[in-house]
T-cell receptor, first 114, second 111 residues
Framework: GAGVSQTPSNKVTEKGKYVELRCDPISGHTALYWYRQSLGQGPEFLIYFQGTGAADDSGLPNDRFFAVRPEGSVSTLKIQRTERGDSAVYLC????????????FGPGTRLTVL | SQQGEEDPQALSIQEGENATMNCSYKTSINNLQWYRQNSGRGLVHLILIRSNEREKHSGRLRVTLDTSKKSSSLLITASRAADTASYFCATDGPTGNMLTFGGGTRLMVKP
C-alpha cells in the first residue's frame, strides 16, 4: 500500500513568512510523529499525535511552531514568522499504534528560509 | 537534544569490505534501532534490537547491543556501492514514544 507522503517536497520562503507542511500518514495508523533534521545532524523529535490530540509537543522549539491533526489522519505543521534557523528537512512518520517499534517515515519536506 | 553519539562520523571503504559503525546513548532504553537515509531524505528502518537481546542478524546486517556500556554497533558485511548512505541509531526516548536519534555515520562504499 501507499506509504507516508509529505507535501511539498521542497519549500522556499522568505524570512518572516508563514508556511504549512502537510503529512498524509499510512491509512489506519493512529499515531503520527513530526521530526526535524538540520543539515549534517540526526532527526530531532518535535511532536506526536495519538488520534486527533497532541500527546506530546515537548519538542516544538518555540510558540512559532504549531501542528494539528483535526480528523486523526492528515496533519499539518505550521510555522509562523519563519527564521533562517528554521531551514531543515521536516520528517513525518506514522505507526499503527503509539510505539517506537514501527514508525514509517515519509520522504520529508526540505524547508529553506532565505 | 540528541541521545547518542555515533562513531565514526564518516567512513569510506572499498566494495566487498565490511563496515562497522558504533552508537552510544545516555539513558536506559527498551529498544534500539538502526535506520538508513539516502541523500538526506526519508529514513528506512533496518533493524530493531530490544534491551534484553545482545545480537541480531538480518541479511548482511549484524547488530550488537551492550546495555552495560550503553552502546551498539552495526556491521554491514560484504559492502556494496548501493550501501552508500547515512546510518543512524535511534532509541526510544526518555519518556517513551518518540525516537531519539544519534548524529549519524556517513558511509561511502567505493566500487
Amino acid at each position: 500500500g501507499a506509504g507516508v507522503s509529505q507535501t511539498p517536497s521542497n519549500k522556499v520562503t522568505e524570512k518572516g513568512k508563514y508556511v504549512e507542511l502537510r503529512c498524509d500518514p499510512i491509512s489506519g495508523h493512529t499515531a503520527l510523529y513530526w521530526y526535524r533534521q538540520s543539515l549534517g545532524q540526526g532527526p530531532e523529535f518535535l511532536i506526536y499525535f495519538q488520534g486527533t490530540g497532541a500527546a506530546d509537543d515537548s519538542g516544538l522549539p518555540n510558540d512559532r511552531f504549531f501542528a494539528v491533526r483535526p480528523e486523526g489522519s492528515v496533519s499539518t505543521l505550521k510555522i509562523q514568522r519563519t527564521e533562517r534557523g528554521d531551514s531543515a528537512v521536516y520528517l513525518c512518520a506514522s505507526s499503527p499504534v503509539l510505539s517506537t517499534d514501527t514508525q514509517y517515515f515519509g520522504p520529508g519536506t526540505r524547508l529553506t528560509v532565505l | 537534544s540528541q541521545q547518542g553519539e555515533e562513531d565514526p562520523q564518516a567512513l569510506s571503504i572499498q566494495e566487498g569490505e565490511n563496515a562497522t559503525m558504533n552508537c552510544s546513548y545516555k539513558t536506559s532504553i527498551n529498544n534500539l534501532q538502526w535506520y538508513r537515509q539516502n541523500s538526506g531524505r526519508g529514513l528506512v528502518h533496518l533493524i530493531l534490537i530490544r534491551s534484553n537481546e545482545r545480537e541480531k542478524h538480518s541479511g548482511r546486517l549484524r547488530v550488537t547491543l551492550d546495555t552495560s556500556k550503553k552502546s551498539s554497533s552495526l556491521l554491514i558485511t560484504a559492502s556494496r556501492a548501493a550501501d552508500t548512505a547515512s546510518y543512524f541509531c535511534a532509541t526510544d526516548g526518555p519518556t517513551g514514544n518518540m525516537l531519539t536519534f544519534g548524529g549519524g555515520t556517513r558511509l561511502m562504499v567505493k566500487p
